[in-house]
């Protein structure tokens, strides 16, 4: 149980064009999905969160009008990324949590799902 | 801003020894999580402590959270090359999850 994916697992692109990535939540609810970029060796990055039927909460950087974050169901998150460059080349993770918010203190997990590479040429 | 510091960066050990890595938050965290992370593939979660000098251990793995919530420490007895992969601890502090960088376990041939 709790298996999220991801689609497409990766994709090309040429700059200026836009990308999207679906991450789904295949046999759970997820009141929360949460958005990570993974440079190479590095750690994970938090994005954004977004809960469903609510605009996405961006950490400090992240440029919003960029990376269009859409959570349109309790199973769907969309990421898409405008007018790519080739700096946006990452791999692109995803996650859901199946109860409870970002706030809240209550022990909750995070099922990621496999990723996706984006290589923007 | 928030940062929390992983240590080491990596930790080559032959099978049978033990490891550990070491999470310290420049702030008081309200929960802190361990992920897993094979080569090659996404992060894995493992677990999430909340409570201050909280100890769970899950078969060979133990982990610990600091009596003030700003250290957490992973250690694995006695390795076996099912545990390679880079172990990430995460802290959650005023609604961020901040990411240690990863200790990387590599087994000694």
């Known amino acids: 149980g709790a298996v999220v994916s991801q689609h497409p697992s990766w994709v090309i692109c040429k700059s200026g064009t836009s990308v999207k990535i679906e991450c789904r939540s295949l046999?759970?609810?997820?009141?929360?999905m949460f958005w990570y970029r993974q440079f190479p060796k590095q750690s994970l990055m938090l994005m954004a969160t977004?809960?469903?039927?609510?605009?996405?909460?961006?950490e400090q950087g992240v440029e919003k009008d960029k990376f269009l974050i859409n959570h349109a169901s309790l199973t769907l998150s969309t990421l898409t990324v405008t007018s790519a460059h080739p700096e946006d080349s990452s791999f692109y993770i995803c996650?859901?949590?199946?109860?409870?918010?970002?706030?809240?203190?209550?022990?909750?997990?995070?099922?990621f799902g496999p990723g996706t590479r984006l290589t923007v040429t | 801003g928030q940062q929390v510091m992983q240590i080491p960066q990596y930790q080559h050990v032959q099978e049978g020894e033990d490891f550990t890595t070491y999470c310290n938050s420049s702030t008081t965290l309200s929960n802190i999580q361990w992920y897993k992370q094979r080569p090659g593939g996404h992060p894995v979660f493992l677990i999430q402590l909340v409570k201050s000098g909280e100890v769970k251990k899950q078969k060979r793995l133990t982990f610990q959270f600091g009596e003030a919530k700003k250290n957490s420490s992973l250690h694995i007895t006695a390795t076996q090359t099912t545990d390679v992969g880079t172990y990430f601890c995460?802290?959650?502090?005023?609604?961020?999850?901040?990411w240690g960088a990863g200790t990387k376990l590599i087994i000694k041939p």
């Open positions: 046999d759970f609810q997820a009141t929360t």
């Open positions: 977004s809960n469903e039927g609510s605009k996405a909460t961006y």
């Open positions: 996650s859901a949590s199946p109860q409870g918010s970002a706030g809240l203190l209550s022990s909750y997990e995070q099922y």
């Open positions: 995460a802290g959650r502090s005023n609604y961020q999850l901040i």
